[in-house]
């Protein structure tokens, strides 16, 4: 058997979080904080329903 046999033979390593769980607290307020920047503009619902899903996940 070569390398290449064997290397494809193998599962695929399990992917690794990006975020840790603090990491989505602290995102969650930092969108809070830009949510009363943006009140007034149309682009408010799409972060309002942003921290809304974060908060699921935190």
Sequence with gaps: MTTETIDQTREPSRSRAV??????????TAIAHYLKEVQ??????KYANLYHRLGRVA
Excluded: T
């Design 19 to 28: 975020f840790s769980q603090q990491d989505f607290g602290l995102i969650r």
């Design 40 to 45: 007034d503009q149309p682009e408010s619902i």
